[in-house]
């Protein structure tokens, strides 16, 4: 009948739109998309199938990948769904699995729901004054990547602002599990935006020792966002140095680098400094 | 107690959050914001107070901006919700009356949703390859603004995608009735997709004329995109002057000028070239 794509949004079970709850519970099967550790939003899946009544299943990267036809077989003649924390066309897609459903003649339809991208406008800082988004990527054992400074960079100096998706490792293996082929993973690990902000300012130091004029500096004004539209969010604004300490809790977090800023958005974001009384 | 921003999403009743449609139902004052036409969006307000079993005032333009006094008389003891088509911090913001809240020491609280500057993502383009959003203006009366040009060339140039917010205008007065101080207003009216790809194809010749490589030309690829997130949704992909003749019907549209494609994007576009078999 109709392959449904539905956002969950940030990650509340009462953060799905009516529409949506009303889809999953008359779908035949109901699949959740657990590429991102969908536990970093809060949600864990028998929360979901003691909210909606219904079993939900669990769909991490290599079923999506993998076996799409498994989640898609019988879609033609009954509603199947997919859950996607976010929106289904936020910070990751499934083009490929909307691509599947089409070549074999299934309706596809979408419910959307809000996404991180839109949602970071409460802390002030207006959307159509964003630039490129980048992904900032955990430091391991050596492994720096800075390729994201770059577009910060270039964000920069055309005064847009930069939103940083913080990095999540989920499904990691430790060496000794993965030689033994053991299939144990390491707890969830996400990035939290005191450690983004130690990257960035490792960053700036290199960029100095290579003599290249940085884009930021450690007083650069920076804003911190955790668990963004839940009930005990919190959002500060500080100096990238201040942020390299600050602990703003829980995950999840992102973090914005602000271009230039207007009045109405200096007023805002200034009631997210760390001083202030924490409004969400 | 608490003053609620909520995001209706794109434009069904059931579009809202669970968790919106609870707070709605318990706040003592419900307002909806009426600047951009609700209507465009398939809203009316005794639809919606149907559906909430409650009574919604419409606060347009003049009302928010200068008596946002009135609407948040008495959030400090009693829930006050503001409804807000898309999400709260979508194309438009509202930030001015979060300050106001915060200055009289009013929680404010924001239940987001789903906003067209991220739902545009299901034409298949990826969120992270859009550039500046631009807004294209209704030409009227000689009235021919193009500044939006520039700012899809800069996209382009760096081979980003562009997305086009389209003009409606609501409120607006005939001479006649503004001369005579008569309170009647015009039907709302929106900018088509065909009606902004002819005001492109215009600033195209002219930037011909004055001797500028234009950043597109008539076979520019685009895309068209009408009551996204609706049953009715319609995407179409096609040049910039098919799209000029092509009737996408009833609002809102918005349309997106591509930048550079990748190969998934283009396999997931050429499925709503105007020949294909429609499929939401």
């Not at 005064?159 to 940083?164: A, I, Y």
């Not at 290579?210 to 804003?223: H, K, L, M, R, T």
Request: aromatic share 8%.
């Amino acid at each position: 009948m109709v392959f449904y794509l539905i956002g969950l949004g940030l990650g509340d079970v009462e953060d799905i739109t009516v529409k949506g709850l009303n889809i999953v519970r008359k779908c035949k099967r109901v699949y959740i998309e657990a590429y991102t550790s969908i536990l970093c939003y809060g949600l864990d899946t028998s929360r979901l199938e003691e909210y909606y009544g219904r079993e939900v299943v669990e769909a991490d990267r290599t079923i999506v990948e993998q076996k799409s036809d498994e989640i898609l077989d019988g879609a033609d003649v009954d509603d199947v769904a997919m859950l996607v924390v976010g929106d289904p066309f936020g910070a990751t897609t499934h083009t490929d699995l909307v691509l599947r459903a089409k070549q074999k003649a299934i309706p596809v339809k979408v419910v959307h729901n809000a996404s991180i991208l839109n949602a970071v406008g409460c802390c002030g800082l207006q959307l159509y004054n964003f630039g490129e988004t980048v992904s900032i990527v955990m430091w391991l054992d050596g492994w720096e990547p800075d390729s994201y400074y770059d577009k910060i960079a270039s964000n920069m100096e055309k005064g847009f602002h930069t939103l940083c998706l913080l990095d999540i490792k989920t499904k990691e293996q430790s060496v000794e599990n993965l030689m033994r082929g053991r299939k144990i993973f390491e707890p969830p690990r996400y990035l939290t935006c005191a450690e983004a902000a130690r990257q960035l300012l490792v960053i700036l130091e290199r960029k100095r020792e290579a003599g290249i004029q940085p884009a930021y500096s450690e007083s650069s004004p920076c804003v911190g966002l955790a668990r963004v539209g839940w009930d005990n969010q919190e959002i500060v604004f500080c100096s990238l140095k201040e942020l390299s300490h600050y602990d703003l809790g829980p995950p999840l977090h992102c973090m914005i680098l602000p271009g230039q800023m207007h009045p109405l958005e200096i007023d805002m974001l200034n009631t997210f400094k760390p001083t202030a009384v924490s409004i969400t």
